[in-house]
T-cell receptor, first 113, second 107 residues
Framework: NAGVMQNPRHLVRRRGQEARLRCSPMKGHSHVYWYRQLPEEGLKFMVYLQKENIIDESGMPKERFSAEFPKEGPSILRIQQVVRGDSAAYFC???????????FGSGTRLTVV | DAKTTQPPSMDCAEGRAANLPCNHSTISGNEYVYWYRQIHSQGPQYIIHGLKNNETNEMASLIITEDRKSSTLILPHATLRDTAVYYCIVGDDKIIFGKGTRLHILP
């Protein structure tokens, strides 16, 4: 049973380009969460999704960031017109439900040049 | 904001038990206590969680006080590979990470 799969592991984008980060949850997990970790800082909650629904996006920046978890396929975190301040590690987690522990992926390291 | 208070750092000798405390005095009745750790820059790793009873698994034990206002994570025989930041989190939906405790295992 594979864990949470995130790809790519490393992503380099020039300022102004789009970044698409993918997350495949563990089998049987219908809840997906995205977190961001800036260099030398803690993990910040971004968004919580279930299949085809955004449940809580209180941690998402108001502009340029969006997330989806379609009926088929992985969850996608999309960052439009990236800026240097978007450089961070983005972690995805999945769970079977709210009271269960989360399983995290290895993260995507985004570098904006 | 995180609803827990943890010491910023702790040391523990290799082979000894590491006892990591956490205060969560505002915990509500339906909120669980979760522990995670992050080794260097890897993805966080789930350790254990509980509601009111003490819990034990292959990694650790979780001791929750009777009033549920504090808890202790116990790593019974710490190794160098247990060096990490340990996060104590309370909640019933999304997990909000605080600053955690940086645990150093000393050889």
């Amino acid at each position: 049973n594979a864990g949470v799969m995130q790809n790519p592991r490393h992503l380099v984008r020039r300022r102004g380009q789009e970044a698409r980060l993918r997350c495949s949850p563990m089998k049987g997990h219908s809840h997906v969460y995205w977190y961001r970790q800036l260099p030398e800082e803690g993990l910040k909650f971004m968004v919580y999704l279930q299949k085809e629904n955004i449940i809580d996006e209180s941690g998402m920046p108001k502009e340029r960031f969006s997330a989806e978890f379609p009926k088929e396929g992985p969850s996608i975190l999309r960052i439009q017109q990236v800026v240097r301040g978007d450089s961070a590690a983005y972690f995805c987690a999945s769970s079977r439900g709210q009271i269960y522990g989360y399983t995290f992926g290895s993260g995507t390291r985004l570098t904006v040049v | 904001d995180a609803k827990t208070t943890q010491p910023p750092s702790m040391d523990c000798a290799e082979g000894r038990a590491a006892n990591l405390p956490c205060n969560h005095s505002t915990i509500s009745g339906n909120e669980y206590v979760y522990w995670y750790r992050q080794i260097h820059s890897q993805g966080p790793q789930y350790i254990i969680h509980g509601l009111k009873n003490n819990e034990t698994n292959e990694m650790a034990s979780l001791i929750i006080t009777e009033d549920r206002k504090s808890s202790t994570l116990i790593l019974p025989h710490a190794t160098l590979r247990d060096t990490a930041v340990y996060y104590c989190i309370v909640g019933d939906d999304k997990i909000i990470f605080g600053k955690g405790t940086r645990l150093h295992i000393l050889p």
